[in-house]
C-alpha cells in the first residue's frame, strides 16, 4: 500500500514535531533547539533534541528519531502507514491505507495476545450494556456512580458466570488458545491440562499500556467475592511494573501541567478522571518501580501523591515518596481526611470540592513526613536526632532550591535550630547530587567520531551536494556509491539521486523518508550537525572529488607501478600508454 507523497508531505507541514514529542517528552529550550530525557531508552542527563526549524528530532545516546513519521512508528511501535494515518487524523487529513494496510502489520504473539484482549472488551462491554446476564453488575456500577457515558468511554464490561464463555468464544474465532491462557485470559487445570476462563462473573475494567492497547483486564466483584479485584497475571504485554494505569490518556494533561497525580487504586483514576481531575495514574497494586519512575521522568519531574487517608495510605506514602525523593523528582503530597479515598471523597462532598481540596491540600513532601512524626520529634529526643538526620538527607535531595528554603524554615521551627545551622547540617549531610548520577546503562561513547581524511573529504562532499542542487548536478557523474568508503555515505550519495529527482531543495526532513535505514538516516542527521561554508571555495569540490577517487580500485601510485613494468615486460604498449596516464593523473592531483 503506498500513500501519495503529496499526501505525506501535507500531514508533514501541518504536524509541529515539538507537539508530537512533547507528548512524551518533557522539553526544555536550550540555544535554537529543545532537549529532554530520550523516550527511547534510560538516561538520566537529556540527550533527547528536537529541532523546531528542521523538524526533527535525534537522540544522540541511542541515535533513535527521525522526523515526525519516525518518531510516530518508533514510539507508537506501528509501521509508516500507521504512522501516516495517525498523525494525518490529528491534523484532519483522512489517510486511506486500506485493509492490507492494517494487516500488513507483524502478527507477532504479542500482537495476537492484545488483539484476543481487545476482541474480549468489546464482547464482554456488549454483555454488560445489553444483556440480560449483565443487569445485576450494571444496576451495580451505576449504583456506585457509573454513568453510562463513563462505561462506555472505559470499555467496562461483565464476564458471564461461565468457565467457557471466553475460551469458546477465542476458539470459534479461530486463536491459539494456548496463546489465550499465556495471555491471562485463560487458566489451565493442571490435572488435565483443559484450559477455562480466569474471570467468571466479574466486572471486567480493561487495563492499557501506554499505547492505549489493551494489554490486561482487573475483574472486580460485585458480590463480595475473594479477592475483590482479580487481575491479570504477569505476562509477556503486561506486566505490573510497568505499567502505569491511564497513563495513555493522561499524558497530553501530564505534560501541560507539569504534574503527575498519581493515586492508590485505578477505581479512584477513573472518578478522579471524571471529575476533571485529567493528570491522574495508578500502579497496579505494586510499590512505584524504577521502569515507572524512568518513564515518568520522562513527563514531568512534579509527583503528588494521593492515597488513601488510612495507616496503610500514610506507610505507602512514606514509601513512595521517599523513593521518587531519592529518584530526583520533586514530590507532593494531598493527605486526605482521615479513612477516606478520593472516590469517597467525591462521592460524599462533590467534584469540585475534590477540585478545591487538590489545589489547597498540596504539600512538600518533607514537609508531610516531618508532620507525621511531629509528636515524636517533639517529645522524643532520640527520635530527635533521628529525624533531623533523616530529614536534611531529604532536604539535601530537593531539587528546587525555592521549596528547599520554605522547607528549611519550617523544619527550623520544629527542630527548634536556626535555619543558618540547619542550612550547614544539609550541607554537610549533602550526599549525591541527582547530577552527579552516574549514567549507569548508558555505555555507548559520547567521543566525537575521528574521519580519516578520505571519509572527511566524502562528508564535506556530501555537505555542499545537500548545501546547493547545482552542485551536485555539476559533479555527482564523477563520482560512483562505490567511491565512498564508508557505506552510509554511499547511502546517502544514493539518497541523493533519487531526492534530487523529486525536489530542488534539500530538507532533512523529507530527506529521511528516503531511506528506511536507521543508519542512513543517523548519518544524515549527523550531517545536518557538520558546520561547513555554505558556497564552496575555489576548487574546493574537485579537491574532495580528487581524494575520493584517488584510490580507486585500490589504485595506488605504488600499484600502478607494479602493473606498468608488469606491463613493459610483457611489451603491451597500449597498456603501458593507459597505466602511465593513470599514474601521471595521480601526481598532478596530489600536488594541487
Ligand atoms: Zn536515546
Same mark, same amino acid.
Given at each position: 500500500m503506498r500513500i501519495e507523497q503529496s499526501v505525506i508531505n501535507e500531514i508533514k507541514d501541518k504536524t509541529d514535531i515539538l507537539d508530537i514529542v512533547s507528548e512524551y517528552v518533557k522539553l526544555e529550550k536550550r540555544g535554537r533547539n529543545y532537549i529532554g530525557l530520550c523516550p527511547f531508552h534510560d538516561e538520566k542527563t537529556p540527550s533527547f533534541t528536537v529541532s523546531e526549524d528542521k523538524q526533527i528530532c535525534h537522540c544522540f545516546g541511542c541515535k533513535k528519531g527521525g522526523n515526525v513519521f519516525q518518531f510516530t512508528q518508533e514510539i507508537r511501535g506501528v509501521s509508516f502507514v500507521e504512522a501516516v494515518k495517525e498523525l494525518g487524523e490529528r491534523v484532519n487529513i483522512k489517510v486511506d491505507v486500506g485493509?492490507?494496510?492494517?494487516?500488513?502489520? %507483524?502478527?507477532?504473539? *504479542?500482537?495476537?495476545?492484545?488483539?484476543?484482549?481487545?476482541?474480549?472488551?468489546?464482547?464482554?462491554?456488549?454483555?454488560?450494556?445489553?444483556?440480560?446476564?449483565?443487569?445485576?453488575?450494571?444496576?451495580?456500577?451505576?449504583?456506585?456512580?457509573?454513568?453510562?457515558?463513563?462505561?462506555?468511554?472505559?470499555?467496562?464490561?461483565?464476564? +458471564?458466570?461461565?468457565?467457557?464463555?471466553?475460551?469458546?468464544?477465542?476458539?470459534?474465532?479461530?486463536?491459539?488458545?494456548?496463546? #489465550?491462557?499465556?495471555?491471562?485470559?485463560?487458566?489451565?487445570?493442571?490435572?488435565?491440562?483443559?484450559?477455562?476462563?480466569?474471570?467468571?462473573?466479574?466486572?471486567?475494567?480493561p487495563l492499557n499500556n501506554a499505547q492505549g492497547r489493551t494489554v490486561g483486564y482487573s475483574g472486580r466483584t460485585y458480590k463480595n467475592q475473594e479477592p475483590k479485584y482479580l487481575n491479570s497475571p504477569e505476562t509477556p504485554i503486561f506486566q505490573k511494573r510497568k505499567l502505569l494505569y491511564n497513563i495513555d490518556r493522561a499524558r497530553r494533561t501530564i505534560r501541560q501541567k507539569n504534574e503527575l497525580i498519581l493515586l492508590e487504586g485505578f477505581m479512584d483514576v477513573i472518578k478522579a478522571d471524571q471529575a476533571g481531575v485529567k493528570q491522574v495514574v495508578a500502579s497496579m497494586g505494586t510499590q512505584i518501580s524504577q521502569e515507572h519512575t524512568s518513564f515518568i521522568r520522562k513527563l514531568t519531574s512534579n509527583v503528588t501523591l494521593l492515597f488513601d487517608g488510612d495507616f496503610a495510605g500514610q506507610e505507602a506514602t512514606l514509601k513512595t515518596g521517599q523513593s521518587l525523593l531519592q529518584e530526583g523528582m520533586n514530590v507532593f503530597v494531598v493527605q486526605m481526611p482521615s479513612k477516606m479515598d478520593p472516590d469517597e471523597y467525591i462521592t460524599k462532598y462533590g467534584q469540585e470540592a475534590f477540585k478545591n481540596y487538590l489545589d489547597h491540600e498540596r504539600k512538600a513532601f518533607v514537609l508531610y513526613k516531618v508532620n507525621l512524626h511531629k509528636d515524636e520529634i517533639e517529645h522524643n529526643d532520640m527520635a530527635y536526632e533521628k529525624y533531623l538526620k533523616e530529614i536534611t538527607d531529604d532536604i539535601s535531595l530537593m531539587q528546587s532550591g525555592i521549596l528547599q528554603k520554605k522547607v528549611l524554615q519550617d523544619v527550623s521551627e520544629l527542630f527548634k535550630v536556626s535555619f543558618d545551622s540547619l542550612i550547614n547540617e544539609v550541607a554537610m549531610h549533602s550526599p549525591q547530587t541527582p547530577q552527579n548520577y552516574s549514567s549507569q546503562g548508558t555505555n555507548f561513547s559520547t567521543k566525537p567520531k575521528q574521519y580519516t581524511k578520505k571519509e572527511d573529504a566524502e562528508?564535506?562532499?556530501?555537505?555542499?551536494?545537500?548545501?546547493?542542487?547545482?552542485?551536485?548536478?555539476?559533479?555527482?557523474?564523477?563520482?560512483? #556509491?562505490?567511491?565512498?568508503?564508508?557505506?552510509?555515505?554511499?547511502?546517502?550519495?544514493? %539518497?541523493?539521486?533519487?531526492?534530487?529527482?523529486?525536489?530542488?531543495?534539500?530538507?532533512?526532513?523529507?530527506?529521511?523518508?528516503?531511506?528506511?535505514?536507521?543508519?542512513?538516516?543517523?548519518?544524515?542527521?549527523?550531517?545536518?550537525?557538520?558546520?561547513?561554508?555554505?558556497? +564552496?571555495?575555489?576548487?574546493?569540490?574537485?579537491?574532495?572529488?580528487?581524494? %575520493?577517487?584517488?584510490?580507486?580500485?585500490?589504485?595506488? +601510485?605504488?600499484?600502478?607501478?607494479?602493473?606498468?613494468?608488469?606491463?613493459?615486460?610483457?611489451? *603491451?604498449?597500449?597498456?603501458?600508454?593507459?597505466?602511465?596516464?593513470?599514474?601521471?593523473?595521480?601526481?598532478?592531483?596530489?600536488?594541487?
Open positions: 485493509e492490507s494496510g492494517a494487516q500488513n502489520q %507483524i502478527a507477532s504473539d *504479542d500482537l495476537m495476545m492484545i488483539k484476543m484482549h481487545e476482541l474480549m472488551e468489546d464482547y464482554y462491554h456488549y454483555i454488560l450494556m445489553k444483556t440480560v446476564e449483565g443487569e445485576e453488575a450494571l444496576n451495580y456500577l451505576k449504583s456506585r456512580g457509573f454513568t453510562e457515558e463513563l462505561l462506555n468511554e472505559r470499555k467496562i464490561g461483565y464476564a +458471564p458466570d461461565s468457565s467457557h464463555f471466553c475460551h469458546d468464544f477465542l476458539q470459534k474465532k479461530g486463536y491459539d488458545i494456548e496463546l #489465550a491462557y499465556e495471555a491471562g485470559l485463560l487458566s489451565r487445570n493442571e490435572e488435565n491440562f483443559s484450559y477455562y476462563d480466569r474471570f467468571r462473573d466479574r466486572i471486567m475494567f562528508r564535506k562532499l556530501l555537505k555542499h551536494f545537500m548545501f546547493n542542487k547545482d552542485v551536485f548536478l555539476e559533479f555527482n557523474e564523477e563520482l560512483e #556509491a562505490e567511491d565512498f568508503t564508508n557505506s552510509q555515505f554511499q547511502s546517502i550519495f544514493n %539518497i541523493l539521486h533519487d531526492y534530487y529527482a523529486e525536489n530542488d531543495h534539500y530538507d532533512l526532513s523529507t530527506a529521511l523518508l528516503y531511506s528506511n535505514q536507521e543508519g542512513d538516516r543517523e548519518a544524515l542527521i549527523s550531517l545536518e550537525n557538520l558546520l561547513l561554508n555554505r558556497n +564552496p571555495y575555489e576548487h574546493e569540490v574537485q579537491d574532495y572529488l580528487n581524494i %575520493i577517487t584517488e584510490n580507486r580500485n585500490d589504485e595506488t +601510485p605504488e600499484s600502478l607501478n607494479e602493473k606498468l613494468r608488469e606491463a613493459a615486460r610483457i611489451g *603491451d604498449l597500449e597498456l603501458q600508454k593507459y597505466y602511465l596516464e593513470k599514474i601521471i593523473l595521480i601526481n598532478k592531483n596530489r600536488m594541487k
